[in-house]
């Protein structure tokens, strides 16, 4: 199995992604400092600022075995980044 892994994050209360990005800070801000909203597959969403050496670690941090329990062992992953 591949997991297939969007560098966007669906906004979604009850989605605990998402309300871990909210309270850590994490997301591209828009001209107002608020989290930036945008359209993509699942609906509205935003995306984590790589800019941000804790945004890249808070990311990095969602591949820990602890948290991202696909499968034992070998866990494959595609990331998909859209350019255009």
């Not at 001209?31 to 597959?41: L, S």
């Amino acid at each position: 199995m591949v997991t297939i892994v969007d560098p966007h994050i669906k906004h979604d209360s009850g989605y605990q992604v998402h309300q871990d990005a909210l309270a850590r800070e994490v997301y591209v801000k828009d001209d107002n400092g608020k989290p930036f909203e945008g359209w993509c597959w699942p609906g509205t969403s935003s995306w984590v600022d790589f800019t941000c050496p804790e945004a890249r670690q808070w990311w990095a941090d969602r591949f820990a075995l602890d948290k991202y329990k696909v499968c034992r062992g070998f866990s494959p992953v595609a990331v998909l980044l859209r350019r255009g």
